[in-house]
């Protein structure tokens, strides 16, 4: 009767909540909990021509801009293809204040089509070129990209080991930070995998655009 009931439901329950627990295991391993990448100096980053929007505020609202570039992308683009996206920091969470901090998004412009263009400039777009710098640089890889998740993991699991590689080598990586998200590919397993290129520039004006001049 009813202890029956009690004791298979309890039963049932228990199989959800392995399963739940299973699932859940399994997306932070694919999102890259337990991944450390390696950290290298690099030479000479790529210098690229980047059609890219300024913002100054919570760096927290930079997939909304993402969002915004990808909308604004995919309504004008007359054939769909992968296009090369990059963020840009300009400032250190913690040493400015949020609403302060400045950044930027943008596509490398030689992905897009000038139809694209057009609609990205009248959106308020700009263009620059970004040149070369030597910095701390280590690659990572969204295997496939799961949102906010891979974000979070790729932020506390690069960055962390950049700073420590800096502070191994004595580096004074105090400058810009630059994410550049390369074109998509698949793997053996059909599996969607996004390689980005995570940069700490040893310059400390490496790549500032006319809205953000160096601080004084």
Known sequence: GLVAFLVGFKTVGLYLFVGMGSIVLVLIVVAGYFTYPEVSVVERTPTFPLVYKPYTGPISQIGKAFMTLNKAIDKNAKIKQRN??????YDSPGEVP????????????????ANVKEALFKAGFKKAVIPGRK?????????PFLGILSIYFMVNRAYPEMERFCKKM??????????FYSTCRYDSFGTKVTPVYVYLALDKNAWNIPEFPPRA
């Open 98 to 113: 949020d609403d302060k901090l400045r950044w930027c998004v943008g596509v490398v412009e030689e992905d897009i089509g």
């Open 135 to 143: 910095a701390v640089g280590t690659q990572w890889s969204f295997r």
């Open 170 to 179: 004595k580096l004074d990586a105090g400058g810009h930070a630059m994410e």
């Open 84 to 89: 090369r996206m990059v963020a840009l920091y």
